[in-house]
């Protein structure tokens, strides 16, 4: 039973060990290139057929294209309002990729988002992108917001600030982390006719609901943070 | 009692390492569990205010309403599927058995475990709320439906953030050598 188990993430290539820490390639690097390779194919396609799009659509590959950025066009201002809808640009392609990656346990890979590291490495940037485009629109009225209401607040402003990464990080990270694991441990205790049809019942809740659920929130509370930071 | 308190630990001393763990675990099982009053009670309340729906506007808000109220109580569930899993692991695959270390801080990180999991009830509880207002306010504008989904999701992420942090102290507890 425990030897079937297995949720955890491997190291497949070692490159070298130092003080007992090996460092190398694991499972969750492989899965991210894996999902990266998958959007920039799909990206060469798109451009390679930008040339034959026409103004009005004659084919089904224009339509879903267009349909798929006027949805994240549309997704983007009603959450963020209409002066930051170049946004889009960069909120759309995070979507896509946090989608494909909660999406890989449907193909038997671990999930690179059922690691600390990627969702902390997104979080971060979200984290940097308040503080950026707060002081950029707002100059110092941002840093005034700190010592708001009372300026003896000014530590727990800023833990409240530091918090934001580490909860945000933690929500994507633990959900997909709980689906992981229900996953494991079902295909190691079931014998191997319960294997057959019905994990698709927990596959359709655990990776494609709670994983697309878990995008459209991580995504939308960073567009609400940055936003939020750029407002008066 | 110093003399009771004396014996208890002396005997939990002298036992078997495995076995003080497994009690322990199982003991930590099913405080886990009881994290199951929150969805229980949130998805209760999300479902009432869903037939209040129903019944007040049947013929446009109800459809919408019923599935706002089944859309945020699978998100209300959330906090008892961590439970589960916590209790699952225990249960099944505990890894504290092969663990070194001294077995009475072993059985204890079982049970703080199982304790960090109660946390559970007030996620569920607050995210069944949000659930059966989304339900009742879709009943009466069942045009508004994604603006009000939206606000509803956003704010039952927000409500999950101390169950997360919850269950990653339980993870902590169980798979880190935390005080080896």
Redesign the interface.
């Known amino acids: ?2 030897q079937n ?1 297995d949720f955890g993430i491997h190291q497949v290539v070692t490159f070298f060990e130092y003080n007992g820490q090996s460092f190398g390639l694991t499972t969750t690097h492989i899965n991210t290139f894996l999902v990266m390779a998958v959007l920039t194919i799909f990206g060469l396609i798109v451009r390679y057929k930008l040339k034959n799009f026409k103004m009005i659509p004659d084919s089904k590959f224009q339509i879903i294209i267009e349909f798929l950025v006027d949805t994240i066009n549309s997704f983007t201002i009603s959450t963020m309002g209409e002066k930051n809808a170049r946004f889009s640009s960069f909120y759309g392609p995070m979507f896509l990729f946090i989608l494909l990656c909660n999406l890989t346990g449907l193909i038997g890979l671990r999930p690179p988002t059922a690691d600390i590291a990627t969702t902390f490495a997104l979080s971060l940037t979200t984290f940097f992108m308040i503080q950026w485009y707060g002081l950029r629109a707002r100059g110092t009225r941002y840093l005034k917001g700190f010592l708001e209401p009372m300026p003896f607040l000014l530590p727990l402003n800023i833990i409240g600030e530091l918090a934001n990464p580490i ?1 945000l990080s ?2 994507l990270f ?2 997909i ?2 689906g992981t ?2 996953m494991g ?1 079902y295909y ?2 079931m014998p191997w006719w319960a294997q057959l049809g019905l994990p698709s019942v927990l596959h359709s ?1 655990f990776d494609v ?2 994983g697309a ?1 878990q995008t ?2 991580f995504v ?2 960073s567009m ?1 943070f940055v936003s939020s930071a750029m407002e008066d | 009692m110093t003399g009771y308190a004396d014996f208890l630990f002396g005997w939990m001393a002298n036992v078997d390492p495995v076995a003080l763990v497994l009690a322990f675990s199982a003991i930590g099982a099913g405080l886990a569990m009881i994290a199951g009053i929150g969805p229980g009670i949130g998805q209760g309340f999300a479902a009432g205010k869903a037939a209040e729906a129903m019944g007040k506007n049947p013929k446009d808000g109800g459809k919408p309403a019923t599935l706002v109220m089944l859309l945020g109580a ?2 209300a569930e ?1 906090s008892g ?2 439970s ?2 916590i209790a ?2 225990m249960l ?2 505990n890894p504290l058995i092969n663990k070194g270390g001294i077995a009475i801080v072993l059985a204890a990180s079982a049970i703080g475990a199982g304790f960090a999991m109660i946390a559970g009830i007030g996620p569920g509880i607050g995210q069944g709320y949000a659930a059966g207002k989304a339900a009742e306010a879709v009943g009466k504008r069942p045009k508004l439906q994604s603006a009000i989904v ?1 606000t509803m ?2 704010g039952q ?2 409500a ?2 101390t169950g ?2 919850a ?2 102290i339980a ?1 902590l507890l169980l798979f880190v050598n935390l005080f080896a």
């Open positions: 039973m425990e188990l909860s933690f929500r633990g959900n982390l709980g694991i229900i441990l190691a205790m809740y609901f709670a659920l459209l929130i939308m509370l609400t | 699978a998100v959330t599927i961590f589960l899993v699952i692991i099944f695959a939206r999701l956003l992420a927000v999950q953030t997360i942090y269950l990653i993870l």
